[in-house]
């Protein structure tokens, strides 16, 4: 059953908002037909009431001044015989006298119009007579003689009787032939929902039968164009699943052949340990070890936030952050790294209250704690390090550059590769993890920012730009 919100069953869709409609449509034809049928109906018993009524005016004649009407039983009988229904009648002479037949048949009301179908000066119109619906004709008939002239009033009244029973009749035969039509046509859209369907059951059929490995594209041409698509996006979908299976894939690989390499030294110091008697040597190996648990600790560290950030950083809440703070943060959290290799760490535009960028705050620390944690490694005993941090109308600009020995121009689309060691930082530093500036490059990235490399002030050591053309209004 879908919940609240939820499409539901395509099938039940199409049939629903196709066979409503048509029902609906059927239904407002029936009544039409079945009115149309009963105006008709009304029409021919009208003109057999109108026959009948001028043959009693034929009957109607003037002996010794006085209206007079012969009408036989024989007449009437004939009369009812036709109309299958009772018959009453009435003949009014020129004064208003009842000439002949029933006295208290209903008179002719006087909002009644004349009817514009006949040649004749006829009214019909319906009355109750000893408790029965009637249909009467009143038709208005002009009679002489030598002695005298006027107009006698000829009301011929049948019961509703055979009418009903034809509406009956054309009701059922009505109902009959729509309900027919209503059912074939049900049957034909059920059957063409099922085949315009089919396609979309094919490629349901498809994806439940392919292995969980296949994640190849499938061929928009097997459905219909409008659902094309969606085939397309889906294929797309794939695609990127394929690239984030990928990156995982290389990661994990990477990732085990980083790690590898330091456990196996660890386990190899720590046998040459337990062989060792003297305790000078053994101090010496543990401080190795301390030293070699640094660096896979460090790896480790920057493994885990690599992979955070490729899997899911995309995620991360955005906010307003100062850059100016945070890289006067992590100035003083690195001070002391840089105070113990003698190197000057200096921060320029910490108090720019414009340098406020949209974006994820541990992210952007991760960000900037790199680009100098990387500054401090590479760079030489009694270096520089500094940090800048400005705002223009183009946006953030965060600068990091360092008294190292810099990267060849020919090496600056590789160091941003996990893993990847220039050969110059990995003669100074041969402990690196060659994952500083891929962190930095996947947290640009998700900031919308832009990465430039090149050398130093001085012409010499490495200064990494990071711009972020997204300002938060002040």
Not at 11 to 22: A, S, Y
Not at 235 to 243: I, L, S, V
Request: charged letters at 20%; glycine letters at 8%; hydrophobic letters at 45%.
């Amino acid at each position: 059953m879908a919940r609240a919100g939820q499409p539901g069953s395509l099938r039940q869709q199409l049939l629903r908002w196709l066979i409503l409609p048509l029902v609906a449509l059927v239904a407002l034809n029936a009544v039409s037909l079945y009115r149309d049928a009963l105006e008709a109906a009304d029409v021919a018993y009208d003109r057999s009431l109108l026959s009948s009524t001028r043959a009693l005016a034929e009957r109607v004649t003037v002996k010794d001044g006085k209206v007079v009407a012969n009408v036989p039983y024989v007449a009437l009988d004939s009369f009812e015989t036709d109309t299958l229904g009772r018959i009453y009648y009435k003949v009014t002479g020129l004064q208003g006298e009842t000439v002949s037949g029933y006295d208290d048949l209903p008179p002719v009301p006087k909002n009644v119009p004349r009817s514009d179908l006949y040649p004749a000066l006829v009214r019909f119109y319906h009355a109750s007579y000893n408790g029965e619906p009637v249909r009467i004709a009143a038709l208005l008939q002009p009679v002489y003689d030598d002695s005298m002239r006027g107009i006698a009033l000829i009301q011929v009244g049948e019961t509703l009787d055979a009418r009903q029973a034809l509406s009956r009749r054309i009701l059922l035969a009505t109902l009959l032939r729509q309900t027919l039509m209503v059912l074939a046509v049900a049957a034909l859209v059920w059957f063409a929902v099922r085949l315009v369907l089919r396609p979309l059951m094919r490629l349901k059929t498809a994806f439940e039968t392919r292995p969980l490995s296949d994640l190849s594209d499938l061929d928009p041409a097997l459905v219909h164009r409008e659902v094309r698509p969606l085939v397309t996006a889906m294929n797309g979908t794939m695609a990127r699943m394929q690239d984030l299976i990928a990156s995982q894939r290389r990661f994990i690989a990477d990732a085990s052949h980083q790690l590898r390499t330091p456990l196996a030294v660890l386990k190899t110091q720590a046998e040459l340990a337990l062989r060792e008697n003297d305790p000078a040597a053994m101090r010496a190996i543990v401080g190795s070890i301390a030293g070699t648990t640094d660096n896979a600790i460090h790896l480790a560290n920057r493994l885990l936030t690599l992979a955070r950030i490729e899997h899911g950083g995309g995620s991360a809440a955005m906010a307003p952050v100062s850059m100016a703070a945070l890289a006067g943060q992590v100035g003083l959290e690195l001070a002391m790294p840089a105070v113990q290799k003698g190197i000057d760490l200096a921060l320029e535009g910490g108090e720019n209250d414009d340098a406020t960028v949209i974006g994820n705050e541990l992210l952007l620390h991760e960000l900037v704690s790199n680009l100098v944690d990387n500054a401090i490694r590479y760079t030489p005993p009694g270096g520089s390090v500094m940090l800048r941090v400005g705002a223009d109308a183009d946006g953030v600009l965060l600068a990091v550059s360092d008294s190292g020995p810099g990267i060849a121009p020919s090496e600056y689309d590789k160091v941003f590769m996990p893993f990847y060691r220039a050969q110059a930082t990995l003669e100074a530093n041969p402990g690196g993890t060659g994952l500083g500036l891929a962190i930095v490059r996947d947290i640009a990235v998700m900031h919308g920012a832009t990465l430039t490399l090149g050398q130093g002030e001085d012409g010499g050591g490495l200064q990494v730009g990071v711009r972020f053309a997204r300002r938060a209004e002040s």
